[in-house]
């Protein structure tokens, strides 16, 4: 305990006389009172059961800009499932945060912080989707950048972020490589994982008005590189060049972007500035007279209307190659 000096500079003592007392005593004993009376309340609380958190009575407070209704209705399952817990148990609330971690949709889970006597704070990070894969032939289910599919089985990609969900592709490809994929399982396929790269990296270049426009798509990443597009002598030359990623636009357009963001390869074009020609080509026309390809692998993009698009046609189907 530390006194203060008094304004006349003169030391504190302690009178001796009957009845007096140092003024930190009654605080110190009222302070007791509470500490006591508080254990006492808590202890009385546990034992009349009111200690136990009621985990299915629960808020997920998140401004997360996309959920599904599926994600809700797979954490209220897994609280039912728990029912509740004791407020001092901190080896059955470590074991609900690892249950609600282990659902899809959860990244990761925080340190839980009880809120005496029966409330219970467990902060979580979710994933997000930025892509969606069809699986069973006919339904899309989103996936997170990590590859992660999570819950939320549609029969169209979805909307999100004010646009739609790019759809890996070739569509079948996951049910021939993986088999049946559901919530919780990882994509593994490689062409997909470079199709989901390019997808990651879409939401950092289009704004809501270029998505959509851009309306859906399938991000194809199957082939190893792509012919490219250049003019020589009046005519559109057939010549390959690596990295053959395909995004495929409604009304049979067609966007050659060349190699996924990642790894970085000497010489290819940095991909903010493919996805700058790609918004450049968005607001001239979708239809009529519009283009029908874009070529955004080179510092000038290249746009070819239907009429190129079947002459170049022509004449790769005319080549030694035989339009390999």
């Not at 062409?191 to 008005?209: C, F, I, K, T």
């Not at 020589?232 to 357009?253: A, D, N, Q, T, Y």
Request: net charge negative; with cysteine; aromatic share 8%.
């Amino acid at each position: 305990m530390h006194a203060s000096r008094p304004a006349g500079g003169e030391g504190v003592t302690w009178s001796s006389e009957a009845g007096r007392v140092p003024t930190w005593v009654p605080f110190a004993l009222l302070f007791l009172s509470l500490f006591v009376g508080l254990r006492w309340l808590e202890a009385d609380a546990r034992d009349r059961g009111l200690a136990r958190i009621d985990v299915t009575r629960y808020g997920l407070q998140t401004d997360a800009p996309w959920l599904n209704d599926e994600w809700y209705e797979a954490l209220e399952q897994l609280l039912l499932e728990a029912d509740a817990v004791d407020a001092d148990d901190q080896e059955a609330i470590a074991e609900l945060a690892a249950r609600v971690e282990s659902l899809p949709f959860i990244e990761a889970v925080g340190t839980p912080s009880v809120r005496w006597p029966d409330g219970l704070n467990l902060p979580v990070r979710l994933r997000e989707p930025v892509a969606c894969v069809r699986v069973g032939g006919r339904d899309f289910l989103p996936v997170a950048s990590d590859g992660t599919v999570l819950g939320g089985y549609s029969i169209t990609p979805h909307l999100a972020y004010g646009g739609w969900l790019p759809a890996l592709g070739p569509l079948d490809l996951l049910d021939r490589e993986q088999g049946q994929v559901r919530p919780g399982d990882a994509v593994s396929v490689p062409e997909l994982l470079a199709a989901l790269d390019v997808a990651d990296s879409m939401w950092r270049h289009l704004g809501p008005d270029d998505l959509r426009e851009l309306g859906r798509v399938v991000i194809d990443a199957s082939a190893a590189d792509a012919p490219i597009f250049d003019r020589e002598g009046g005519s559109v030359s057939p010549r390959r060049l690596p990295g053959g990623v395909v995004i495929e636009l409604e009304e049979g357009r067609r966007v050659f972007f060349g190699r996924p963001p990642h790894p970085l390869h000497e010489g290819e074009l940095p991909v903010n500035l493919k996805w700058g020609h790609l918004r450049g080509a968005l607001g001239q026309g979708r239809d009529g007279d519009g283009w029908r390809l874009l070529d955004a692998r080179f510092d000038h993009p290249v746009l070819l209307s239907e009429e190129d698009v079947l002459d170049f046609k022509a004449r790769w189907e005319g080549s030694p190659d035989g339009g390999r």
